[in-house]
């Protein structure tokens, strides 16, 4: 089983409500009780949350926490053994295609084709989604825009730099428009201004009403999230805004590692 929860389990105030959706009651993502083994290995254990519609969400914790099996359950790439998710209320099993057309994902290994171009690779996902008409250079403006590709676009996605070959991922999910973006370390591995164009990025997404599930190994991107996850070995350790799980530490990284040290050398009960 898992530890008690530290955190609120109010959605944080700040999370804009923009989203036109007509329930806007129902929430953006919501698990409830999911546990995920592979073989022997328990990888997540009764994990249950609900986001609302717009804002940020990071999803932190040490490498095999369990992070990356959650977000590909939430994605429908794969089962939970038990429990529910629900993206806009529709079940990812029962209605999944339903809600891969909510979705935008973005797994830790996007495919892209090296051998293609910036403006080949959107096409490309623009006709899997099937974007057609006066569609296609509205969204290729929009979208290679928004992420600063424009400049590049004949440029093989194999000779971009990794910053950029991020972007152009980002910008293939957002293709078909979708509400909910679930990314896997999009920024793992790329250098720290491109890290934080990528979140400008995120950013303006959450302008949009979108909401956004995104998993990172960056504390300094944990603080511009409207709400972390903290996971350790499959269970949810804390769940709040970055300001509640810093608390007095003087960093969120001291705070997080001293929280996951805690539980591997919980203090003696009296
Ligand atoms: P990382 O950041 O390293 O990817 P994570 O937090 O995303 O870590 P997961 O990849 O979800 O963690 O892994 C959770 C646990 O499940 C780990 O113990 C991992 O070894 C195990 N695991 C993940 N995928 C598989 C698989 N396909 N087969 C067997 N075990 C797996």
């Known amino acids: 089983g898992c530890p008690p929860m530290h955190g609120s389990s109010d959605p944080p105030s700040e999370n804009a409500l923009i989203d036109t959706m007509p329930d806007a009651s129902v929430p953006a993502i919501r698990v409830q009780s999911v546990t995920k083994s592979y073989g022997a290995i328990r990888a997540v254990t009764g994990l249950s ?17 369990g992070k990356t099996t959650l977000l590909r359950m939430v994605a429908t790439m794969i089962p939970p053994d038990s429990g529910t998710i629900r993206v806009n209320g529709k079940d990812v099993i029962g209605e999944r295609h339903l809600v891969k057309e909510m979705i935008g994902y ?52 194999g000779d971009l730099s990794g910053g950029m070959k991020q972007k152009l991922g980002l910008a293939c999910v957002l293709v078909h428009e979708p509400k909910v973006l679930i990314l896997d370390e999009p920024t793992t591995g790329v250098d720290p201004v491109s890290r934080s164009e990528f979140w400008e990025i995120l950013s303006q997404m959450r302008g949009m009403g979108k909401t956004i599930l995104v998993s990172t190994a960056y504390l300094d991107e944990g603080e511009k999230c409207d ?5 350790h070995d499959g269970c949810i350790l804390a769940d709040a805004t970055p300001r509640e799980i810093r608390g007095g530490h003087t960093d969120l990284e001291e705070a997080i590692i001293q929280r996951i040290q805690s539980m591997a050398h919980p203090p003696e009960v009296r």
């Open 106 to 157: 973005m797994p830790q290994r996007f495919g892209l084709y090296t051998d293609l171009t910036v403006s080949e690779n959107f096409d490309f996902f623009m006709d899997i989604y099937g974007v057609s008409g006066a569609e296609r250079p509205q969204r290729r403006d929009r979208y290679l825009g928004f992420s600063n590709l424009l400049p590049f676009l004949d440029r093989r996605a």
């Open 49 to 65: 949350f609900d986001l609302p519609r717009g804002g940020v969400c990071g999803l932190v914790g040490s490498d095999g926490a």
């Open 227 to 231: 709400r972390l996850i903290l996971l």
